[in-house]
């Protein structure tokens, strides 16, 4: 008898979590992703900063699977579904193909929204990928390359001035290295002096890091400023161009001259999101997700589960799109699995919240977890770190980057502080 195939689309935090629950389990598993590894993204951020390497922050998918004889891994495009004959349609380096399954699982995660700008894209580099951190990364040390050797006081000003756009917890993380970066290397250029940088961090809203406490979110405000980082609340980006931005507050618009400008300011769901409504008739919210039933199945479809940053339950309560809720879908998505092919039901789904934390700079963090605990500063930071390397993927990955943390901790130094790509000299 042929075994319960399932397929995974998105080597994500839920699509790896599903597969690594169905250890075991009497199922073919094929998992499905456009590249070839798993990314950490909450750390996505210290690798666009110099803080870690690539290799330290994204595992192989196959190195992760290599042990779970039941894992098929495919480099692969999902470009449709056929819901009513349970297929996949992909593009692969050989072609187009379809593959079939008795449950499928789809995790397509996220990306950044402009509002309707399509075009700031262009001119506000974002970090939801690794190609985007590098190429953040490049763009952060050109500048202040390129402002060693120009003459004219007013371009090196526009190349020394950062603006990053919305104020969670990546734009304040991205805001916090920034200004460390110009602290550290202060003694490394001869013409410009790094700390007359100017880290720009704009939030339509009142205040920075709106899902903590406003007490933990004041002290996050303060905790940059104390860094060198201005922030601009209740001001809002109208324009973004090659010079700058243009920013309305209550005051007007002004235009902001920036060499770099990073875009931190909200999401919608993944494409796949749309392909998988249009193949469902599933229902979407303003931000693209698919509406889900309780059991994180699609209406209609009880053998397809939606899962991560891309769903939202039906009449529940709106869910963070962060790691653990992705974490805990996939969980919940391989004992779904599990359940049924026991002849049982999984029950609604149940996100645990344990907690938020952010991390602002060395030794500057802020921390809100079950229950009722609410710290900031080295405590917070610790307890940042302590968690961030208990949920990377690998062992060594977490030896790696637990000694990069600390030799930088002790000599402010930044080992990948390296320009890579196709960045070149005009």
Known sequence: MAKHRVVIVGGGFGGLQTTLNLKGADVDITIVDRRNFHLFQPLAYQ?????????????????????????????????????DAKQVKLRTAAGDETIGYDTLVVGGGSKYNYFGHPEWQEHAAELKTLEGALHIRAQILRAFEEAEVVSDPVERERLLTFVIVGAGPTGAEMAGQIAEIARDTRREFRVIDTWQTRVLLVEAGPRVLAAFPP????????SLESLGVTVATDQMVTDIDADGVTIKSGEGEEKVRAGTVIWAAGVLASSVANSLAEAAGAEQDKVDRLLVEPDLTLPGYPDVLAIGDMVQVKDGDPLPGVAPVAMQMGRYAARSIKSKLRGGTAGPFKYKDKGNLATLGRARAIAELPPGLRVSGFIAWVLWLAIHLWYLVGFQNRVLVFTRWGFSFLTHGRGTRLITGDDKLP
């Open 47 to 83: 690798v666009a900063t110099g803080a870690l390497a690539t290799g330290e922050v994204a595992y192989p998918l196959r190195s992760i699977f290599r042990k779970q004889e039941n894992v098929r891994v495919m480099l692969a495009e999902a470009t449709g579904f056929d819901l």
């Open 215 to 222: 007490r933990l979110s004041k002290k996050a405000a303060k």
